[in-house]
């Protein structure tokens, strides 16, 4: 289906190197693009989060080490990007819809943005913090099967009540297909998103009770994990997709 194609910053086109995918994944913040982050080497006296005019001041680096998969010269890379571009230290989800549009000029993308921008704002503040960005960006990245799988299912939960509606479902899949636009034809059907969403309650409701649960969510991902992961390790499209083939 047209869906399973699309591939956003979280995604990992076949054959694309980690390397290439954190990449892809830093463009999904305005200041995360490749251009602003330099090396490592470069000013290290700053990387202690000197910070001088910021309306927000993350943690220490030893406490986000700690916290991530991410190491203390990666998160000051990552670091460096972010301060270098957001001097406020936050960034709110209009900034973060209008640079993900970017990545899909043939198509709508402002609410499956707005729906990710939720995923990352966990604290539900109106703003993603450097907190946030580090935090979310090592389940996706590292974080166990299980660990992106309950990631994915918290983007889908769009009420953040501990389940899956068909309602939310549907929501996320015509997002999904506004998303895509032109490339969705003539694969694009109106009837399309609403079939999508029986295939998935159809494998993820157990107990046919008109909802899924995180619990439904990964026992049917994890039984199908060998077609989810196409390779030695978790591929984050595989686990990111609204469904489990």
Not at 127 to 136: N, P, Y
Not at 137 to 145: D, E, K, Y
Not at 160 to 165: E, H
Not at 210 to 235: D, M
Request: include cysteine; charged fraction near 25%.
């Amino acid at each position: 289906p047209a869906a399973r194609a699309f591939t956003c910053c979280l995604c990992n086109p076949p054959g694309q190197t980690k390397k290439a995918l954190k990449q892809r994944l830093l463009k999904l913040l305005p200041c995360c693009g490749p251009q602003s982050i330099p090396s490592v080497s470069e000013n290290s006296v700053e990387d202690e989060f000197e910070l001088s005019t910021v309306c927000h001041r993350p943690e220490g680096l030893e406490q986000l080490q700690e916290q991530t998969k991410f190491s203390r010269k990666e998160l000051q890379v990552l670091y460096r990007g972010f301060k270098n571009e957001c001097p406020t230290g936050l960034v709110n989800e209009e900034n973060f819809k209008q640079i993900y549009s970017q990545f899909f000029p043939q198509g709508d993308s402002g609410t499956y943005a707005a729906f990710l921008f939720n995923a990352f704002d966990t604290d539900h503040d109106g703003s993603i913090s450097f907190e946030d960005f580090v935090a979310g960006l090592s389940v996706i990245l590292r974080g166990t099967i299980d660990d992106r799988l309950s990631w994915a299912f918290n983007l889908y939960d769009l009420n953040k009540d501990g389940c899956i509606t068909k309602e939310e479902m549907l929501d996320i899949m015509k997002s999904i297909y506004d998303m895509m636009g032109k490339y969705t034809y003539p694969a694009m059907r109106e009837e399309a998103p609403r079939e999508h969403v029986e295939n998935f309650f159809q494998k993820m409701d157990r107990n046919k009770d008109g909802v899924v649960t995180i619990e439904e969510f990964i026992e049917s991902c994890q039984k199908v994990k060998s077609q989810l992961i196409p390779g030695p390790g978790p591929s984050p499209a595989r686990l990111l997709t609204p469904h489990c083939p």
